[in-house]
C-alpha cells in the first residue's frame, strides 16, 4: 500500500531527455516493478516516485547510515552513506553511496584487509568464518567521516577515521577490548564528546578521549531490559544505534520476543546517561515497540530534510535467507515524539511506498542503475583505491635449521660402532640383521638399568625453537610381552622424550615423534639416547637385550606459513567494488595483469583437509572453504544468474577449478583435473551437517552430473540461482558449454541450499570463482568474464536485446561535447562492447554489456544539455524568487586585521572560485570581501519557471543558489547577526526569515538560513506535460560556516 508522498519537487526544473523506455526487461529483478523502466539487479525503485522493500534484494545486513547535508557535501544535495557487515570478507565494511535511500552502490571500503594474521586470511589451518567484522556504526561529525565495529577474533573494537569517505585513506584506531554491536556516538548536545553505546540485554556506554583512542569513562548498565516496561523487550535486545534530535536521545534497538518475529523497540531519553546524570539516580529511558511486522529490525533512523524541514524514518534490515539480509527504508509519521512505521505499523515483504527524497527525472533515471553488483570483463580499468595501499608490521619469521640428517652410522650398515658411543652399563654390538644377512643392526645386551644403551652427539647441536623429527626401529626377544622403548634426547642435565612406543616381543615396532627445543635452555651440545622407562626397584625383566636400527634425527619440514610483504603488496591489477575475497587474498596469486583481460587464479598452496570452523560447531572446512583466493560477489533475488569462461589448460592435476553459490551449505560446478583428464561435474554439500566429515565424500561428483571434457581448454559455466520458486530454499542450475553457443544441464538442480543457523558462515549465498589444488601448487586457471542476468535458462524466455539496442541507439546520440573526458571514454569503450555482442546464446551475454551501457547513458544524460562553459564567462544571474539579502547587523567585535580566507577543499563548490561540474551539472561560485568576512555566491545553469504576463515561462540560464560566508568569524564574532543565530525575524523590507544551526543539515559549527517567498512548483505528469503552481515556501538562501 502507498503512503502518502513526503516530499515534491521544488521550482527548478532541469531540461534533459528522459531516460529510454524499452518494452519488458528481461531479468528484472523483482516481477512487481514495471518492466517499462529501466533498474539495475538490486533496485526496487518503481520509476513513478515508489519503491517497495526491501532494497536490493542482497545481502547488505548490520546498516548503520549518515547523512551529508547539501551545504557541505559538494554535490549541491543531501548525500547518504550506509555502512554494511561482510565478516571475513577483503575488503571488508563496505560503504555505500545513494541520494535517495532507495537505489545504492559502493564508494569504497574501509579497510583492504582487517588483519594479516592466520584466522584472516585462511593460513595455516585458521578462519574467520562467522567472525571478522561485525556490526558496525557510521558518523559523519565536523567534516570527517567515522566507523566504529567489534571484531570476534581479532583483539576486539576499532575505528576508523577519514576526511574524503570515497577516495580518501582510512586511520586505524584499536580500542583493545570488545563492545557488542557498538554505535559511535558524538553528543552534539554536549559539545560533541564521544562515546560508544553497547550491550546485549543492557545499554552501557564508554566516554572515550577526544582523539578517540582510550576509554576514558565508564556507563555501565544505563538501562536494562527490566528497567523497561514494553512488552516487546527483551534479556537479549541489541543491535543499538544512538541519535539525537527534537530535545531527545533516541536508540533503536533489535529483539526477538518468544514466539513473536524480530521488531524494532526505541529506547528515548532527555539525558543521554539516564540514571547516571538523573536526580537520585532515577532511570529516564522509556521503551515503546514501533515496528512489529514481518521482521523488518535492527539498523538506523536516518533523516530527510525537505524544504528546510527534517523529518526521520526507520532504515532497518530484515532476515530474508537464503538471499540474505536485505534492508528497507521505511517511512514514518510522529506523534508526540514517537514514530510509527510503514502503513500504519503495518509493512511485510513487497510493501510499496512513496519515495521520500524527490530527484529531477533524469539523475532519478541513473540512480536506478546504480547497483550493488557488477558484471566484469576483468580488463582492469577499475581505479585503483587508497584503501588498499596499507603496509604492515609483518613479524620476524623465525630462523629454521638447515635440513638434513644430524646422525652419522644410524643404519649400521658400515659395520661399525662408531661415532655411537654407551650410555651406562652394557654391551653394544654390531651385528648380521636377522631378517637381512647382507644388513646390520645394533644389539644392546647386559643392561644394568633403563638407561643402558646406545646415544650419540646430536651434530651442531640444536636450534632454539626449532622442531625436530626422531625415529628408530627397536625389537626384543626375551622378557615381558611388552616393553615401551623411547627415544630422547639428553640436554640440561636431563632426557627430553621426542617419541615413544610400546612393542610386542619378537616384533619390530617403529618409534617416531618431534620435539621442539625450547627457547631459553642450554642446547648447545645434545646427545640423542635410546631408554626404556624408568622405575623404582627394577627388575631383569625392566632391563631387557634389544636390537635397534635406523635411526634418524633431523629437523622437521617446515610446513607453517608466515605472512609476507608479497602477499600483501600491490599486484598492479585493480578489481570493481562490487567483489570481494573469501578471506585476505594472496596478491602473488591472481592478477588481471599476466593475462590481460583475463582473471588468473594460480594455486599457491594445497588444501589439507584439517581446518576446522572458528566458531561452534568445531567441525572440519570443506575444501571449498579452505581454499585461497576464492572471489566472490553478491547473489540477487529473486533470480541470478553468473555466466564464466575458463582457460583450463594450464591446470595441474589434483586442480579443481569452477563457480560455487556458496555458505556453509554450497553447490559448484567444476573441472578436476585426475592423471591428466580433465572432468566437468556438480557438487554439493547439504544439510544437516556431521560431526564426522569426509572432504573427499562430500566434494565428489553427484551422479549424472558429469561430463569428460577431452582436449577442450576452453569451458563455459553458467549457475542459475532460483530463490522464487521455494521459499526459504536456494535451487541452483548448472549449466556448460564448450563453444559459448550450444548449452547443456549438469544433471538436476542442486538443493535445497538453506540457511546454517550454527553461525559459522552467517551470511547470505554467494557467487564464488575458485581455483585449488589437492596435491600440487602452481597450476592456474583464466577466467575471461563474468556475466549477470537475472533470467535464468529454465525461464525459457526468448532472448530480449531491447535494452541493448536501445541504449546502443542512445549512446550514439551524445556528444563529446556533453560530458566530461573520462565519461566520455567510459562511454565508447562501453558502446563498442555492446555493438560487438553478435549472435548472443544466453541472457547473460546480452544484459552484462546492456546494462554496462544503459548506466552510463543515463549518467551521461543528467544535464547533458547543459553547456560548456568558456575559460572567461561573466555570468548574469537573474534569480525570480530567492532574494539576496544584506545581513541586518554587522558581526562584532572587528577582526584587529582584515581577515585572508584559507584556501577552501577543492571538492567544496561553496566556497572554490570557479566553474565546477558536480552529479553532471555546472556550477560557478565567486568569492569577495565582504564587511568583515568573505563570501561566495554559487550559481546553476538551470531552467526556471516564473509567471510573467499570467501566463508561465521558463528561462534556462544562470541561476541563484546559495551564499556561503566563510568560517573566519567565531560564532562569538557572530553574536547579534540573525544569519548566525538560530530563530525567526522579519527584515526592513518586510520579509521573513528563519536561521538554523547546528541540526542535521547544518552539521556542527554552522547555520542555514531560509527567507519566506513565493516560488513556482512544477510537476511531470505520466502524460508527458508539465503543471505549475505558485506556493509560499521557506527557500534556502544562505550558509554561515564559523571559525574554531
Known amino acids: 500500500m502507498r503512503r502518502p508522498k513526503l516530499s515534491r519537487l521544488a521550482g527548478v526544473i532541469t531540461t534533459a531527455a528522459a531516460i529510454f523506455a524499452t518494452g519488458a526487461l528481461a531479468g528484472d529483478p523483482a516481477a512487481a516493478l514495471d518492466p517499462d523502466v529501466v533498474r539495475s539487479f538490486t533496485s526496487t525503485d518503481g520509476g513513478d516516485g515508489t519503491f517497495s522493500v526491501p532494497l536490493l534484494n542482497s545481502d547488505v545486513p548490520d546498516v548503520s547510515v549518515a547523512m551529508v547535508p547539501a551545504a557541505e557535501s559538494g554535490e549541491g544535495r543531501d548525500v547518504y552513506y550506509m555502512l554494511s557487515t561482510t565478516m571475513h570478507l577483503s575488503p571488508g565494511a563496505p560503504i555505500m553511496k545513494s541520494y535517495d535511500m532507495v537505489n545504492w552502490e559502493t564508494v569504497t571500503y574501509v579497510y583492504d584487509r582487517l588483519s594479516m594474521g592466520d584466522a584472516s586470511s585462511l593460513r595455516n589451518g585458521q578462519n574467520s568464518y562467522g567472525a571478522g567484522q561485525w556490526a558496525g556504526s557510521l558518523r559523519y561529525h565536523d567534516g570527517r567521516f567515522y566507523v566504529a565495529f567489534n571484531t570476534n577474533n581479532i583483539d576486539g573494537a576499532y575505528i576508523y577515521w577519514t576526511d574524503d569517505i570515497e577516495d580518501g585513506a582510512w586511520t586505524k584506531i584499536a580500542l583493545g577490548r570488545g563492545f557488542h554491536d557498538l554505535s559511535l556516538f558524538f553528543d552534539e548536545a554536549d559539545g560533541g564528546t564521544p562515546y560508544i553505546f553497547h550491550g546485549g540485554g543492557t545499554t552501557s556506554a564508554v566516554r572515550l578521549s577526544d582523539d578517540l583512542t582510550k576509554v576514558v569513562a565508564e556507563y555501565p548498565d544505563i538501562v536494562t531490559y527490566r528497567d523497561l516496561a514494553d512488552p516487546g523487550i527483551t534479556p537479549a535486545y541489541e543491535g543499538q544505534q544512538v541519535f539525537w534530535f527534537d530535545g531527545y536521545y533516541y536508540i533503536p534497538t533489535i529483539t526477538w520476543p518468544p514466539g513473536g518475529n524480530r521488531q524494532v523497540v526505541l529506547l528515548r531519553s532527555k539525558e543521554l546517561l539516564g540514571r547516571y546524570t538523573a536526580a537520585g539516580g532515577a532511570n529516564t529511558y522509556e521503551a515503546r515497540t514501533v515496528l512489529a ?86 580488463s582492469n580499468d577499475a581505479p585503483h583505491r587508497a584503501f588498499r595501499d596499507i603496509e604492515w608490521d609483518l613479524p620476524d619469521v623465525p630462523e629454521a635449521p638447515a635440513p638434513g640428517e644430524r646422525l652419522v652410522n644410524g643404519d649400521f650398515e658400515t659395520g661399525s660402532l662408531a661415532p655411537w658411543k654407551l650410555q651406562y652399563t652394557a654391551a653394544l654390538d654390531v651385528v648380521a640383521d636377522p631378517a637381512d644377512a647382507a644388513g646390520h643392526v645394533l644389539s644392546v645386551s647386559g643392561r644394568v638399568n633403563n638407561g643402558s644403551g646406545p646415544g650419540q652427539a646430536v651434530e651442531g647441536g640444536l636450534m632454539r625453537s626449532a622442531t625436530y623429527e626422531g625415529s628408530m626401529r627397536v625389537r626384543y626377544d626375551e622378557g615381558p610381552e611388552s ?35 625450547p627457547a631459553d635452555a642450554d642446547i648447545a651440545s645434545a646427545t640423542l639416547v635410546v631408554e626404556t622407562p624408568w622405575a623404582p626397584n627394577q627388575t631383569p625383566a625392566d632391563q631387557v637385550d634389544y636390537l635397534v636400527d635406523d635411526l634418524s634425527f633431523a629437523p622437521a619440514a617446515v610446513t607453517q606459513q608466515f605472512p609476507t610483504e608479497a602477499e600483501y603488496a600491490y599486484n598492479g591489477s585493480d578489481l570493481d567494488l562490487a567483489w570481494e575475497w573469501n578471506h585476505n587474498p ?20 594445497v588444501v589439507t583437509g584439517k581446518a576446522t570452523y572458528s566458531k561452534a560447531p568445531q567441525t572440519e572446512l570443506a575444501y571449498l572453504e579452505e581454499a585461497r583466493n576464492t572471489l566472490s560477489q553478491r547473489t540477487f533475488g529473486p533470480k541470478s544468474s553468473a555466466e564464466v569462461a575458463l582457460d583450463i589448460s594450464a591446470m595441474s592435476d589434483g586442480d579443481v577449478a569452477g563457480i560455487a553459490t556458496y555458505a556453509r ?111 600440487q601448487a602452481g597450476g592456474h586457471v583464466d577466467v575471461d568474464h563474468y556475466l549477470l542476468s537475472g533470467t535464468l535458462t529454465a525461464d525459457a524466455k526468448a ?234 515556501e521557506w527557500v534556502f538562501n544562505n550558509i554561515v560556516r564559523f571559525a574554531r
Open 483 to 517: 616393553m615401551t622403548f623411547i627415544l630422547g634426547l639428553s640436554y640440561g642435565g636431563r632426557i627430553n622424550q621426542v617419541a615413544a612406543a610400546t612393542a610386542k616381543r619378537g616384533e619390530w615396532v617403529t618409534v617416531a615423534g618431534r620435539l621442539t627445543a
Open 293 to 378: 511486522s514481518d521482521g523488518f529490525a535492527q539498523g538506523s533512523l536516518v533523516p530527510v530534510t525537505t524544504d528546510g524541514e527534517t523529518s526521520w524514518h526507520g532504515f532497518f534490515f530484515r532476515d530474508t535467507y537464503p538471499i540474505g539480509r536485505i534492508p528497507a527504508l521505511i517511512p514514518a509519521t510522529w506523534s508526540d515524539g514517537w514514530p510509527t512505521f510503514g502503513d500504519a505499523g503495518r509493512v511485510t515483504r513487497g510493501s510499496e511506498f512513496e519515495q521520500l527524497i524527490e530527484l529531477p527525472a533524469d539523475l532519478a533515471a541513473a540512480q536506478r542503475l546504480k547497483s550493488v553488483v557488477a558484471s566484469d570483463d576483468f
Open 586 to 605: 594472496d596478491n602473488r596469486h591472481w592478477s588481471l595483469t599476466e593475462r590481460p583481460g583475463w582473471l588468473r587464479l594460480t594455486n599457491g598452496s
Open 799 to 1032: 532472448l530480449d536485446r531491447s535494452l541493448l539496442d536501445a541504449s546502443i541507439g542512445e549512446a550514439q546520440g551524445i556528444r563529446e561535447a556533453q560530458i566530461d573526458a573520462e565519461l566520455w571514454a567510459e562511454l565508447q569503450a562501453a558502446l563498442t562492447a555492446a555493438q560487438a555482442v553478435s549472435g548472443p546464446s544466453t541472457q547473460n551475454q546480452i544484459d552484462a554489456p546492456a546494462y554496462r551501457l544503459a548506466a552510463l547513458v543515463a549518467q551521461a544524460k543528467v544535464g547533458a544539455t547543459d553547456p560548456t562553459p568558456t575559460p572567461t564567462p561573466t555570468p548574469t544571474p537573474t534569480p525570480t524568487a530567492t532574494p539576496t539579502p544584506t545581513p541586518t547587523a554587522t558581526p562584532t567585535p572587528l577582526p584587529s586585521s582584515s581577515p585572508t580566507p584559507t584556501p577552501p577543499a577543492p571538492v567544496d563548490i561553496y566556497v572554490t572560485p570557479g566553474f565546477h561540474r558536480v552529479n553532471g551539472r555546472t556550477w560557478y561560485t565567486s568569492c569577495e570581501p565582504y564587511s568583515q568576512t568573505w563570501r561566495c555566491r554559487t550559481e546553476i545553469w538551470a531552467t526556471t519557471v516564473a509567471q510573467v504576463g499570467g501566463a508561465f515561462a521558463s528561462t534556462t540560464g544562470w541561476t541563484f543558489n546559495n551564499l556561503t560566508y566563510l568560517p573566519l568569524l567565531t560564532r562569538q564574532q557572530w553574536a547579534g547577526n540573525p544569519l548566525g543565530n538560530a530563530g525567526s525575524w522579519t527584515s526592513a523590507d518586510g520579509r521573513q526569515w528563519r536561521t538554523e544551526c547546528d541540526t542535521a543539515a547544518t552539521g556542527r559549527g554552522g547555520c542555514r538560513s531560509y527567507i519566506r517567498a513565493d516560488v513556482v512548483t512544477s510537476k511531470k505528469g505520466k502524460d508527458g506535460a508539465w503543471t505549475h503552481r505558485i506556493t509560499t
Open 665 to 775: 551449505s554450497f553447490a559448484y560446478a567444476a573441472v578436476k583435473r585426475v592423471e591428466g583428464h580433465n572432468t566437468l561435474g556438480v557438487v554439493q554439500r547439504l544439510q544437516p551437517f556431521s560431526d564426522a566429515f569426509d572432504q573427499d565424500a562430500a566434494e565428489a561428483f553427484v551422479p549424472g552430473s558429469t561430463v569428460q571434457l577431452g582436449d577442450s581448454a576452453v569451458v563455459h559455466l553458467k549457475a542459475d540461482a532460483d530463490f522464487a520458486s521455494k521459499p526459504g530454499q536456494l535451487w541452483v542450475q548448472f549449466l556448460y558449454s564448450l563453444d559459448g553457443q550450444n548449452w547443456a544441464p549438469l544433471g538436476a538442480p542442486a538443493g535445497p541450499l538453506v540457511q546454517d543457523w550454527s553461525l559459522s558462515h552467517f551470511m547470505g549465498y554467494r557467487f564464488g570463482i575458485f581455483n585449488y589444488a589437492l596435491a
